[in-house]
């Protein structure tokens, strides 16, 4: 079983989705880190022959991350992709700490709960930020539209609302995120 003393060293996606604050709770008794990406994986997925030669010295989570999502980002940019209307320019890869998760969940709950109090007064200016970040893996039912945004563009679009504990979010979320390819930005606060 998992605990403390036997985990994985590092956990990575060749999945849509799952560079999440909710993954990274459920993986973090499992593993140290987690690699993955929060958009859409390009059709493709990774470029696996990236972890011919890893070695001892070069399978830490941050030297793999780079490696392999790096090596998958430019041979999917390297595919002619005529029949796709998307473009693989921007795919964001992170490479979470794991043992930061409890800290970036406490954070949220104090941040989003000073949020929530004041909600009717300040529900305008939320509702702007979040319709002006960037989504995704958007999809729709016909009724409903699913759709995820970035955290961290979100906190810093409403943070003036509660300075403070979002500043405290941003810290801890800074600590638990210890590589990233953004490519492209896309968060609000830009």
Partial sequence: ?????????WVMF????????????VFSDHAEYLIASEETI???????SAFNG?????????????KVCMASIDYNNSLNYSSV??????????????SKVDSVESEMKAFFKDLNRNITKN????SYARDKMYTYGSFSDGEKVYDLIDMVGFVKAV?????EKGQALLDAL????????????????N
């Fill in 54 to 66: 890893l070695t001892s010295s070069n399978v830490n989570a941050v030297d793999v991350a780079k």
């Fill in 42 to 48: 390009p059709a493709y997925g990774l470029y696996y």
């Fill in 14 to 25: 060749d999945a849509c989705l799952m560079s999440t604050v909710e993954t990274a709770f």
């Fill in 85 to 98: 209307t998307w473009s693989t320019s921007y795919v964001p890869f992170s490479c979470l700490d794991l």
């Fill in 174 to 189: 800074s600590e638990m995120i210890v590589w990233n390819y953004s490519g492209t930005a896309h968060d609000a606060s």
């Fill in 1 to 9: 079983p998992f605990n403390s003393g036997n985990k994985l060293g």
């Fill in 159 to 163: 943070k003036f609302l509660s300075p």
């Fill in 123 to 126: 529900f305008n200016q939320m």
